[in-house]
Every structure is written in structure tokens, then in C-alpha cells.
């Protein structure tokens, strides 16, 4: 019998929540963390038709642990409760109820925002608000505005304007929003950018004075709704890279070769041999790729520069190797920068025999530290099965270089059969980690987080 590989090895969800504290620790965390590392993540309650099930469906569950004064004072794992998922576990539903339609756990992004926890999904799907201790709250209106757009799961901060910025999609429509509100969460202003065949725009980038969003081949089809993942590749569709001005006003597009942006890293303006340019740095996934099948993609990281005199746009590969989940220093956000971090993707081989259970693709044993200038890449590697997810950067105390900090993220120990937290110094990315925090429990491959500093408010 062939086993689902979204159902199995480190995809395979957990059937509990835990809760431990007082965590042991291999090496010393610094001293100066104070705050949480959160990631979120599908994690069903139970599958219907395990042989359709695909890794992005399911109930958002949110793995957090607790940083303070060199201590890890808490592990906690708890599930996003929509109204559905709050019936399964026999439990009230929380907050003010949502349109059936919609009830839907978040399980792609968790983040912080003004002393607030928040999960995060797209296609006018609302955030869901948790406490400090990841308990839900309820469904919020975190970037609602009138027509049924809320912040997108890559909401992005601009850490000097100290404004949050969405993307936001609906399912079915020919137009999207960029949303920006300012650091308490309040929409501030709106635009609407037409986007025909309503393609998934999943992610986009930032500039000092520009937003970049990416119209691709991959658009609703309301036949593929039974799947989950409402998309299709459409071949008589091209893609491009649109450049709107981030007060708003009209988008001026640059086609590119068809492909899909998965994640990106950064972007940035400048001024080439041409004049004034903007420069992407973004996971392509190439022509075809289809959005239900992941094993079916190599992503890799490329450079597109815009020429704006001239109105072309110049490709070019950054690495190769098959990668996914982009992250950087996050204040580098919209400006020149050297240093990216991305998961590296294996593609396994098929099984070699009835012992071996490995899914023949999923994120590898490996962390990427690309130097953008240099045109080099060091991986970290965690030995086999030491499956690793999005890695995400966090600055040191007083830092004197883009990269003085640490990239943390959760790692499966096979010898415990759980989890550890590990920070890695990004100064000394192929070095020993500085500190390992031994996790009671197995954390599931999942999509993104944040460390989120701060006390409970």
C-alpha cells in the first residue's frame, strides 16, 4: 500500500497538544533573547481520503517556546480553533463567528504585532488573534477593509516607516489590495490593482518607495475547489513583475519568462549602467509547476533587475540547488543588503526497500547562508532525517555587521525521536550551534514563523 508522504515521516501531524517547561539546553542561549520563537503549520484532526490529502491542508497548529534570561521556559503546541476546529475537540467556539465558508484555521504564517499574536492565512480568510500562550482568541479584523480583504499571510513590516503592509487576494475576483496599516494594525490606506483571471499572488516585495507584486500562470479554477487548492497552471498565460508606487496609483508591468514566485528574499532600488533600477531576489518555481504536487518543482533562487528607462528586466540565477523559504535580516527589508537564508529542498530518491520510509521529497538536512555579493553559499547540515524547516534570522545585542546574529529553527532530532530548537550563529553558520533547546515532542515540517521579542502585555 502506498503511504501518503504528507502523512508520514516528519510531515506526519501530531495528535496532541503539550505543554513543558523548564526545557533543557545543550550549549547557552544568549543571554540577551527575550521573547518567543513561533511557527505555524498544517497539522489535520483527522483526513477523510488520506490519499488526496496534500501537505497545505489542515488545521493551522502553532509550536511556540519561550526565551528568557539564557532559560527556555516553555514549549507549547496548540491548534488554531476556527469554529470547525473547535467542534472536533468538543470545545465552544471563540470569539464572533465568521461566514461557514470562511471558517477556516489559519496555518500558514503566525506573527506578532503591538503586543498582539496573530495567524495568518490568505483569500480574504481572517486572521485568527491568540493569547501569549497561543490559545485562540477568535477570529479579528486585522487589515479588514469594506470589501472583504484582511492581511495576507506575507504581510510585511518596513521597519523605519513602521508600517505593515498586505497583499491581500479573494478567491474569484479580478482585483487585488495592497493594505497598509501602521503599527497598531488600523488600515491607513488602500489600493486596488486589477489582476485578470485572478492569478495567486502569494507573496510580494518591497522598496523605499515602491511595491513589487508578480501576476503568474497559476489562477483560480473553481473546478479544482473539491482539491482544496483551488489553482491551476494555465499555459496560454504569461507572467510579470508589477511596480506600484507605494502611495498608490497606477502599476507599470514587465514580463518576465512564466514561472511562479514562491517566497522572495528581498528587494531593493538602485542605479545601473541604464539608469535607475530594482532589484528582486526571489524563489522561481518553474514553467508548470503544479501548486498541488510540491515534488513536482525545483525552486531556486533568482535575481530579476528592472530596468525602469528602459523597461526590461534582466534574470539571472543566484544558487542552483532546489530551495525554499527565503529569509533575511529583517532590517535590511526594501534595502541593499548582502546576506539571505533559505531551507534546502531534497529531492529523495524512490524508496530502496520496505524499511525505507522517506517521502521522495521534503525539506532537506540542510540550512542555506547565501553572501550575495561573494556569490557563495554555506550549508549547515544536520546529519540524516535531521529534517529543518524556514530558518529565521534574529539579530544579536548590539550587532556591527548585517550579519551578527543568530538563525533559529526546528530541527528533528532522530535520536530522541522530537524536536530541538536550534540557534545557529550566522557569523559561524557551518559551526556547532550555539545552543540546542530539547523539545518534548516532534514539531511537523511547516510553512513559516517569527521571533516575536517582548514580554506578555
Same mark, same amino acid.
Given at each position: 500500500?502506498?503511504?501518503?508522504?504528507?502523512?508520514?515521516?516528519?510531515?506526519?501531524?501530531? #495528535?496532541?497538544?503539550?505543554?513543558?517547561?523548564?526545557?533543557?539546553?545543550?550549549?547557552?542561549?544568549?543571554?540577551?533573547?527575550?521573547?518567543?520563537?513561533? *511557527?505555524?503549520?498544517?497539522?489535520?484532526?483527522?483526513?477523510?481520503?488520506?490519499?488526496?490529502?496534500?501537505?497545505?491542508?489542515?488545521?493551522?497548529?502553532?509550536?511556540?517556546? =519561550?526565551?528568557?534570561?539564557?532559560?527556555?521556559?516553555?514549549?507549547?503546541? %496548540?491548534?488554531?480553533?476556527?469554529?470547525?476546529?473547535?467542534?472536533?475537540?468538543?470545545?465552544?467556539?471563540?470569539?464572533?463567528?465568521?461566514?461557514?465558508?470562511?471558517?477556516?484555521?489559519?496555518?500558514?504564517?503566525?506573527?506578532?504585532?503591538?503586543?498582539?499574536?496573530?495567524?495568518?492565512?490568505?483569500?480574504?480568510? =481572517?486572521?485568527?488573534?491568540?493569547?501569549?500562550?497561543?490559545?485562540?482568541?477568535?477570529?479579528?479584523?486585522?487589515?479588514?477593509?469594506?470589501?472583504?480583504?484582511?492581511?495576507?499571510?506575507?504581510? $510585511?513590516?518596513?521597519?523605519?516607516?513602521?508600517?505593515?503592509?498586505?497583499?491581500?487576494?479573494?478567491?474569484?475576483?479580478?482585483?487585488?489590495?495592497?493594505?497598509?496599516?501602521?503599527?497598531?494594525?488600523?488600515?491607513?490606506?488602500?489600493?486596488?490593482?486589477? #489582476? !485578470?483571471?485572478?492569478?495567486?499572488?502569494?507573496?510580494?516585495?518591497?522598496?523605499?518607495?515602491?511595491?513589487?507584486?508578480?501576476?503568474? !500562470?497559476?489562477?483560480?479554477?473553481?473546478?479544482?475547489?473539491?482539491?482544496?487548492?483551488?489553482?491551476?497552471?494555465?499555459?496560454?498565460?504569461?507572467?510579470? &513583475?508589477?511596480?506600484? !508606487?507605494?502611495?498608490?496609483?497606477?502599476?507599470?508591468?514587465?514580463?518576465?519568462?512564466?514561472?511562479?514566485?514562491?517566497?522572495?528574499?528581498?528587494?531593493?532600488?538602485?542605479?545601473?549602467?541604464?539608469?535607475?533600477?530594482?532589484?528582486?531576489?526571489?524563489?522561481?518555481? !518553474?514553467?508548470?509547476?503544479?501548486?498541488?504536487?510540491?515534488?513536482?518543482?525545483?525552486?531556486?533562487?533568482?535575481?530579476?533587475?528592472?530596468?525602469? *528607462?528602459?523597461?526590461?528586466?534582466?534574470?539571472?540565477?543566484?544558487?542552483?540547488?532546489?530551495?525554499?523559504?527565503? %529569509?533575511?535580516?529583517?532590517?535590511?527589508?526594501?534595502?541593499?543588503?548582502?546576506?539571505?537564508?533559505?531551507?534546502?529542498?531534497?529531492?529523495?530518491?524512490?524508496?530502496?526497500?520496505?524499511?525505507?520510509?522517506?517521502?521522495?521529497?521534503? @525539506?532537506?538536512?540542510?540550512?542555506?547562508?547565501?553572501?550575495?555579493?561573494?556569490?557563495?553559499?554555506?550549508?549547515?547540515?544536520?546529519? *540524516?532525517?535531521?529534517? &529543518?524547516?524556514?530558518? &529565521?534570522?534574529?539579530?544579536?545585542?548590539?550587532?556591527?555587521?548585517?550579519?551578527?546574529?543568530?538563525?533559529?529553527?526546528?530541527? @528533528?532530532?532522530?535520536?530522541?525521536?522530537?524536536?530541538?530548537?536550534?540557534? $545557529?550563529? #550566522?557569523?559561524?553558520?557551518?559551526?556547532?550551534?550555539?545552543?540546542?533547546?530539547?523539545?518534548?515532542? %516532534?514539531?511537523?515540517?511547516?510553512?513559516?514563523?517569527?521571533?516575536?521579542?517582548?514580554?506578555?502585555?
Amino acid at each position: 500500500m502506498t503511504v501518503n508522504r504528507y502523512l508520514s515521516g516528519n510531515f506526519a501531524p501530531v #495528535a496532541e497538544e503539550v505543554t513543558a517547561y523548564d526545557l533543557p539546553v545543550t550549549g547557552r542561549i544568549p543571554a540577551h533573547l527575550n521573547g518567543r520563537y513561533l *511557527r505555524i503549520g498544517p497539522n489535520p484532526l483527522g483526513v477523510e481520503d488520506p490519499a488526496a490529502h496534500i501537505w497545505t491542508l489542515g488545521a493551522g497548529m502553532v509550536h511556540g517556546v =519561550r526565551i528568557r534570561d539564557g532559560r527556555a521556559e516553555w514549549y507549547r503546541n %496548540r491548534w488554531v480553533r476556527s469554529g470547525t476546529v473547535a467542534d472536533q475537540l468538543g470545545e465552544p467556539r471563540r470569539g464572533h463567528q465568521v461566514d461557514e465558508r470562511l471558517d477556516i484555521s489559519p496555518n500558514v504564517q503566525v506573527a506578532g504585532l503591538a503586543g498582539r499574536t496573530f495567524a495568518l492565512i490568505e483569500g480574504g480568510i =481572517r486572521p485568527y488573534e491568540l493569547t501569549y500562550d497561543l490559545d485562540t482568541v477568535g477570529p479579528c479584523d486585522l487589515g479588514a477593509t469594506p470589501e472583504g480583504y484582511s492581511a495576507n499571510a506575507h504581510s $510585511l513590516f518596513d521597519p523605519r516607516t513602521r508600517q505593515l503592509h498586505s497583499l491581500a487576494f479573494l478567491y474569484g475576483s479580478d482585483i487585488v489590495q495592497h493594505i497598509v496599516m501602521d503599527e497598531a494594525g488600523k488600515v491607513v490606506r488602500t489600493t486596488d490593482i486589477p #489582476a !485578470p483571471g485572478n492569478p495567486y499572488m502569494h507573496d510580494f516585495a518591497l522598496t523605499d518607495n515602491y511595491v513589487l507584486v508578480f501576476d503568474s !500562470p497559476v489562477v483560480f479554477s473553481a473546478a479544482h475547489l473539491h482539491t482544496g487548492v483551488p489553482f491551476r497552471w494555465d499555459g496560454d498565460r504569461g507572467a510579470r &513583475v508589477g511596480v506600484l !508606487p507605494r502611495e498608490g496609483g497606477a502599476v507599470r508591468w514587465f514580463e518576465i519568462a512564466p514561472c511562479l514566485v514562491g517566497h522572495t528574499l528581498n528587494a531593493y532600488e538602485g542605479v545601473g549602467g541604464n539608469g535607475p533600477e530594482i532589484v528582486i531576489d526571489v524563489v522561481r518555481h !518553474p514553467e508548470g509547476f503544479d501548486i498541488r504536487n510540491i515534488g513536482s518543482s525545483r525552486p531556486t533562487l533568482d535575481r530579476w533587475t528592472i530596468d525602469l *528607462r528602459g523597461g526590461k528586466v534582466r534574470e539571472e540565477r543566484m544558487d542552483d540547488r532546489v530551495q525554499e523559504f527565503p %529569509r533575511l535580516n529583517s532590517r535590511y527589508t526594501g534595502r541593499p543588503y548582502r546576506y539571505g537564508y533559505a531551507a534546502a529542498v531534497e529531492l529523495y530518491a524512490p524508496p530502496a526497500g520496505p524499511d525505507d520510509d522517506r517521502p521522495d521529497e521534503g @525539506f532537506s538536512n540542510a540550512l542555506l547562508k547565501h553572501d550575495l555579493h561573494r556569490g557563495t553559499t554555506e550549508a549547515h547540515e544536520f546529519g *540524516r532525517d535531521g529534517a &529543518v524547516g524556514e530558518g &529565521v534570522f534574529v539579530a544579536a545585542e548590539s550587532p556591527t555587521a548585517e550579519d551578527d546574529g543568530y538563525v533559529m529553527a526546528y530541527v @528533528f532530532n532522530p535520536e530522541r525521536g522530537a524536536s530541538d530548537l536550534v540557534i $545557529l550563529s #550566522a557569523q559561524d553558520f557551518t559551526g556547532e550551534p550555539v545552543a540546542r533547546i530539547h523539545l518534548p515532542a %516532534r514539531v511537523p515540517l511547516g510553512l513559516h514563523g517569527n521571533w516575536v521579542p517582548g514580554e506578555e502585555r
